[in-house]
């Protein structure tokens, strides 16, 4: 097979079980006018966020990693109406159009937007999770793929046993699997994934995928008890 074989099969499937609606369409839209990378995820992909946050029941969801909110909306779109989303977004250019975008679908009101580096957001919300636990039900690592597995100890403290952490990006087109790069986002990566492997309180598994977004994966863990 080939990516046109890909594309299409990834086309297919959208349109029959991920057809985009005006909110989503329009956030693609206004990222890709305000110059935002093409690294959101696919269609497909945004719906199996959805329904994997459903599954979970989850009325808290931290996302590390916003960009124009595109895979923001629909996870929110999963919770309950008291439910509540805190995204991370390192650039602020990006933050402001996932805003708009998230405003425009009708869920400013159950997301949270916070702007700066992501490990500085974590520790700030590690304090606010030790002076009020409310652990995340949740969570989707989405951002630079140098401090996964920072990102991975992280998600383990503000979580609670039977919590979801669904790591994007992980086979980065088979370099995964070459131990001697140099590459920092496969270390990271790779890093994330024996983290994954060998902590005794996650249980997890990795997925390759091909489509439009090429050859890639993820990574899901549960936290145990």
Do not use: C
Not at 1 to 15: C, E, K, P, R, S
Not at 177 to 206: M, N, W, Y
């Amino acid at each position: 097979m080939n990516q046109q074989q890909w594309n299409a099969v990834d086309d297919y499937f959208t349109d029959l079980l991920a057809p985009a609606d005006e909110a989503l369409t329009a956030a693609l839209r206004d990222s890709d006018t305000a110059g935002l990378p093409h690294i959101n995820v696919a269609p497909n992909q945004g719906k199996l966020l959805h329904l994997l946050a459903l599954t979970q029941g989850a009325r808290r969801i931290l996302e590390i990693g916003t960009l124009g909110g595109y895979s923001t909306i629909w996870l929110a779109r999963a919770l309950p109406a008291d439910g509540r989303l805190i995204t991370l977004e390192h650039n602020p250019a990006h933050a402001d159009v996932a805003r708009g975008n998230l405003a425009r679908a009708g869920l400013d009101k159950l997301v949270e937007v916070r702007v700066g580096p992501a490990l500085d957001s974590l520790t700030a919300l590690g304090a606010e999770h030790t002076a009020r636990p409310e652990p995340f039900d949740l969570v989707f690592i989405d951002a630079d793929k140098v401090n996964n597995a920072h990102y991975v100890e992280w998600s383990l403290k503000l979580t609670r046993p039977g919590s979801l952490i669904i790591l994007d990006n992980v086979v980065r087109g088979g370099a995964v699997t070459e131990a001697a790069s140099t590459d920092p986002s496969v270390l990271g990566t790779r890093a994330a994934l024996e983290l994954i492997a060998e902590h005794p309180k996650l249980s997890g598994t990795a997925v390759q995928t091909v489509g439009v977004k090429g050859y890639d994966g993820f990574a899901l863990a549960r936290v145990l008890a």
